[in-house]
């Protein structure tokens, strides 16, 4: 091997890489001395501390930053050599990896990479503060994501709610009896909800074209309909609003939460998107337009045609829809009639022509959107803008009406097991109740009295006498005991008491038809019989019977003692006008005493009859028990009782209708929104009250007062009518009640102070009232019967009343009769075989006993005894009885007439 191959010696101090250094460094000859030389102790270690004047400290750190960026694998081992002290020394010595040299020349640690690289490294000033694109690309995206499943979250666990109670509160609406509707009224809110076959077409689209365009192919939302909203209120325009019709009828019927917040907002947003995907159109835009507030109190489309135009909806013409859409925008502000009171802004004239130009401006939409005929919209624009009616604030309810609405809601309530509606189920709405009352008959009633009342009654002419004048008046059908008409007063709305129904006025003599029907269904006691006798026992009585018509007359009790006061003085009945009929014998029969209204025959008979057989006939008839007075007193048979005219009305019904009776009543049929609830037919119950007989034979007698007796004034032409008059002590009170084979109608009349305020009302007296004398029975009640029942029977034809078969024996109270000539011959087979007895003389001291006196304490019978002087007793006129009710006995004590009223 030749020489210059051979591997030179290694050096024993620094390996390779130091040998390497130590070849270079000879070489140089740059160093004329070594390191040695100086005395330094690294000069033991090796050439490698020759470098030190040209790297040092800074070449060292300049190689590790070197090294740091790749510098490659050379420059690492150069930077090592390079290092400090004894960085190119030995493996194990200071210059190794734990020696100092090697430390230094490391490189610092690679930063670690972050998610979110914001602010940006390796940018320095507002470098590192703008975000990157990949950093806005991404939060984009992230926000997008979480709306997403926010919005996927809040769908899924909202629920599409019920319908909310609020939406569907409703009014009731009473119907007249041929099915028109009266009013709508007595519920939480004038609604009255329909079907959406009964909604018109015109008002869906015109809804549509103003609210919705896209209603019938959107989900529930309109996000471009919003856009369109909001764009256009920016410039000012006028256009549809942003919510659907779904999003507005989920907030009017299903979200309960009104409130205007946001957390609200997305609710309702949530919930008009599911509804939208759940429920039908048809259902959608019905409970839209039943739910939504249309103005005037109004609330959906039924109530809302009734206020504005006085019809049905399903009658409503496409103008009119057109307006009733445009007033959806906001009533106060498109209402016509002018809204003042709510905002000043709100006249006549700004909503008209507001109103007149969305009006316009609908129309035009419809024909635009395909839904309008051309032709039709250019007509309805050439006719004009709809006329609507004037608003009627508070008066639904005035007139009649009233009284009318308060009949059918007492028969309801009272008859709930029946009717199976409780008042609070009432008044929660939402019934169709079909009433009896004839539109035409109420007017005509009505017309009767006012005409009767302009032409006599004059308060401010005669204050005294004419202040204060009451009429009342009811008709009821024969045939069932439907009421058909009822006059209750002046207003409703000003006048509360419902005169037809319950007053506390006295009926005076109209109640001795009943003391009639009883003398010949039950009879007359036998003398020197039982007080209680058998049917058998006694004998029945014939309108030929003859009665002392005497005045002043001693009313016998059953033993034939005369009827005595509490101070033992006898009972002296008296006659209207102090007149006795037929003397020296004062004979006088049943038929007679009626036409004429003796007073004297018809207490006694009642004495002879028995009170508690009169009562029970006036109740068969149909009196309530509550409205009769007590029947322990003579002046009973006179009318000290107090029934309702519709009471008296059905009660004299039971006359017409051959004895069958019918409890008066003011509902057949109620309906709700899943149908018929209640048919007055199914609980109907006729019952029988008197034989026919007995019915035929008191109608009669009635016929006469009314050809040629003291009802000759409601006489009516080719048509028959029994009727009687009444009239009662002091002139508080008086009435006539007549029928026809078709219809009975009762009419009073009376003053009283009825002022609301005025607790201690009373009856007053009426002489000089309406610039008569007195009044009576024939006077201004017989009149308003006449004329009414003259119109109100004027299509009806005339009928007849049956021809009545006798009945009964003649009953002879004179012991020796003597007949004068203003009588018929009576029959001699039909004589009484035993004359009535002769009044037994009273002791010295008498001791009346507790059946024939008046109690010290009762003030009824102490009113109707007789003067002090031993003289008549109170009668009154046309057949009083007892004084009326006291100041601390207001009209109405009874409790009603269960015909109806507050109180019924």
């Known amino acids: 091997m030749s020489e210059h191959r051979r591997k030179p010696p290694q050096p024993q101090g620094g390996g390779r890489a130091a040998a390497r250094r130590g070849l270079t460094g000879s070489s140089s000859g740059r160093r004329a001395a070594p390191r040695g030389a100086t005395g330094s102790p690294s000069a033991s270690y090796g050439s490698g501390g020759e470098e030190q004047p040209y790297g040092g400290r800074a070449e060292a750190r300049r190689a590790a930053q070197r090294s740091t960026s790749g510098g490659g694998r050379r420059r690492a081992a150069d930077g090592a050599g390079g290092g400090g002290h004894g960085g190119g020394g030995r493996r194990g010595g200071p210059g190794g990896p734990n020696g100092p040299g090697r430390g230094r020349g490391r490189g610092a640690e690679p930063p670690r990479k972050r998610i979110i690289d914001y602010p940006r490294a390796g940018k320095y000033g507002a470098a590192r503060w703008v975000p990157s694109w990949r950093l806005v690309t991404g939060t984009f995206v992230g926000f997008l994501g979480s709306i997403m499943a926010v919005a996927g979250i809040a769908y899924a666990m909202v629920g599409v709610p019920k319908v909310d109670d609020a939406a569907t509160a409703q009014n009731n609406v009473y119907k007249w009896a041929d099915g028109t509707t009266m009013v709508a009224t007595g519920g939480e809110t004038n609604r009255q909800i329909i079907g959406y076959a009964q909604i018109p077409e015109e008002m869906r689209y015109a809804v549509i074209s103003a609210e919705n365009k896209t209603f019938e192919t959107d989900k529930g939302v309109d996000p471009m309909g919003i856009g369109r909203a909001l764009f256009n ?21 299903r979200l309960g939460d009104q409130s205007q917040t946001l957390t609200r907002k997305f609710k309702e947003l949530f919930i008009s998107i599911k509804v939208g995907a759940k429920v039908n159109k048809q259902e959608i835009m019905a409970g839209y337009l039943n739910t939504a507030y249309y103005g005037r109190g109004a609330y959906g489309i039924q109530a809302a045609a009734r206020a504005y135009f006085n019809k049905e909806a399903e009658d ?27 905002d000043p802004a709100a006249t006549r004239e700004a909503n008209t022509k507001r109103a007149t130009e969305r009006w316009s401006w609908i129309l035009g939409e419809m024909v635009k959107d395909g839904h309008l005929p051309a032709s039709e919209g250019a007509k309805y624009r050439k006719l004009g803008f709809p006329k609507t009616q004037n608003p009627r604030l508070n008066t639904a309810l005035s007139g009649q009406i009233g009284y009318l609405v308060d009949l059918a809601k007492a028969y309801i309530v ?14 929660r709405g939402g019934y169709t109740i079909q009433t009896t009352f004839e539109k035409k008959m109420v007017n005509q ?54 005169n037809a129904d319950q007053t506390g006025a006295q009926v005076g003599s109209t109640f001795k038809p009943f003391v009639l029907a009883s003398a010949m269904s039950w009879g007359v ?20 019977s003859l009665y002392s018509g005497k005045n002043k007359l001693k009313i016998e009790d059953y033993d034939g003692n005369v009827w005595q006061d509490k101070k033992g003085r006898e009972w002296l009945q008296t006659n209207d006008g102090g007149e006795s009929y037929n003397a020296p014998s004062y ?18 008979l009642g004495m002879d009859v028995g009170l508690d057989k009169v009562r029970e006939a006036a109740l068969d008839a149909g009196v309530l028990e509550g409205s009769l007075a007590s029947a322990n007193y003579p002046s009973f048979s006179l009318g000290t009782s107090d029934p309702s005219a519709i009471r008296m009305a059905g009660a004299y019904s039971t006359f017409a209708a051959s004895g069958k009776q019918n409890d008066p009543y003011s509902v057949t049929e109620i309906k709700d929104a899943d149908g018929i609830v209640f048919r007055h037919a199914d609980v109907a119950k006729k019952r029988t009250a008197f034989t026919p007989e007995v019915a035929h034979n008191v109608t009669d007698v ?80 017989a009149e308003i019967w006449h004329d009414y029942m003259d119109n109100a029977l004027k299509d009806e034809p005339a009928e007849k009343f ?83 009710p006291t100041e601390s006995d207001p009209p109405g004590n009874n409790g009603g007439n269960d015909n109806g009223g507050l109180f019924g």
């Open 233 to 253: 209120m920016a410039k000012g325009g006028d256009t549809q609003g942003g919510s659907t019709i779904t999003q507005q009828y989920v907030k009017n019927a």
């Open 316 to 342: 409503l013409n496409a103008s009119e829809c057109a307006f009733l859409a445009a007033v959806l925008k906001g009533a106060t502000y498109y209402d016509p009639a002018g809204s003042e009171s709510i």
């Open 414 to 427: 009272n008859n709930s097991d029946k009717t199976g509606i409780t008042a609070e189920e009432l008044q």
């Open 445 to 498: 009633l009505e017309d009767a009295v006012k005409k009767v009342q302009k032409e006599n009654i004059k308060p401010d002419e005669r204050p005294k006498t004419d202040k204060y004048v009451q009429f009342g008046g009811a008709s009821v059908d024969p045939e069932d005991g439907a009421i058909r008409a009822i006059y209750g007063g002046e207003d409703a709305t000003k006048h509360f008491t419902n």
């Open 525 to 544: 006691r036998n003398p020197d019989g039982d007080e209680i006798q058998a049917q058998d026992e006694r004998t029945i009585v014939s309108p030929k």
């Open 587 to 604: 004979q006088i029969d049943l038929r007679e005493a009626m036409r004429v209204s003796a007073n004297s025959a018809y207490v006694q």
């Open 702 to 781: 009635l016929k006469t007062v009314v050809e040629d007796g003291t009802g000759t004034a409601a006489a009516l032409d080719d048509r028959e009518v029994a009727g009687k008059t009444g009239t009662t002590d002091g002139n508080k009170s008086a009435w006539f009640v007549g029928y026809t084979p078709q219809l009975s109608t009762a009419i009073s009349m009376y003053r009283m102070d009825d002022d609301a305020n005025n607790k201690k009302r009373k009856f007053l007296e009426m002489y000089g009232t309406g610039g008569q004398k007195k009044i009576h029975g024939a006077s201004f009640p």
């Open 802 to 884: 049956p021809t009545p078969e006798p009945i009964g024996d003649v009953i002879n109270d004179i012991p020796t009769p003597t007949p004068t000539p203003s009588l018929p011959e009576p029959e001699p087979e039909e004589e009484s075989p035993t004359p009535s007895p002769t009044p037994s003389e009273p002791t010295t001291s008498p001791s009346p006993s507790p059946s024939n006196t008046c109690d010290p304490f009762d003030f009824e019978c102490n009113n109707t005894g007789g003067e002090d002087n031993g003289g008549a007793g109170n009668g009154g006129v046309d057949g009083g009885g007892s004084a009326s």
